[in-house]
T-cell receptor
């Protein structure tokens, strides 16, 4: 389940289950949204993106859903693997230039 | 391409010393960003450049921080004088006109 830790919200899932990570964004004018994955000791890495004229986009094992009405993004990871353990950030672009990051969610995958 | 290259990877210094962090963006990328990451504040945008020109430095904490981009392949972030509260991981990232950011491995700064 999902819980709030000392610093980051944490999601713990069993290997093979699906994961859903949620994010609320702040600016209704944002037109481009990105999910990043950050492993320990590394910089954030791109996972998937979506433009504001779409409400769903699928990649390999990942799906991003966008609900502009309530300013909400979600990242779905199918068949979660131990290698998916990381911190996941949603980010928003306004006017295409400035990328602002959310607080992040830590995903633990139990073997 | 080697990706975004940052140096140093780790820096330990004493309060009051000058710190210079360096970044080489990916060739052909028009935008360069400096972020700071801490447990308390997450990933904060400090400043970004477009074609070597600073566009928005509203995230720079105070006058002790300065950033330059003298050419398309090099940028520096300088802190003078440094303070313990500046301890963080500093990331440089670059991208083309549109699309996702490509991050470096970060520079972990500890100010004693």
């Amino acid at each position: 389940g999902e819980s709030v830790g000392l610093h980051l919200p944490t999601l713990s899932v069993q290997e093979g289950d699906n994961s859903i990570i949620n994010c609320a964004y702040s600016n209704s004018a944002s037109d481009y949204f990105i999910w990043y994955k950050q492993e320990s000791g590394k910089g954030p890495q791109f996972i998937i993106d979506i433009r504001s004229n779409m409400d769903k986009r699928q990649g390999q094992r990942v799906t991003v859903l966008l609900n502009k009405t309530v300013k909400h993004l979600s990242l779905q990871i199918a068949a979660t693997q131990p290698g998916d353990s990381a911190v996941y950030f949603c980010a928003e672009n306004t006017g295409g230039f400035k990328t602002i990051f959310g607080a992040g969610t830590r995903l633990f995958v139990k073997a | 391409d080697a990706g975004v290259i940052q140096s140093p990877r780790h820096e330990v210094t004493e309060m009051g010393q000058e710190v210079t962090l360096r970044c080489k963006p990916i060739s052909g990328h028009d935008y360069l960003f400096w972020y700071r990451q801490t447990m308390m504040r997450g990933l904060e945008l400090l400043i970004y450049f477009n074609n070597n020109v600073p566009i928005d430095d509203s995230g720079m904490p105070e006058d002790r921080f300065s950033a330059k981009m003298p050419n398309a392949s090099f940028s520096t972030l300088k802190i003078q004088p440094s303070e313990p509260r500046d301890s963080a991981v500093y990331f440089c990232a670059s991208r083309k006109l549109a699309g996702e950011l490509f991050f470096g491995e970060g520079s972990r700064l500890t100010v004693l």
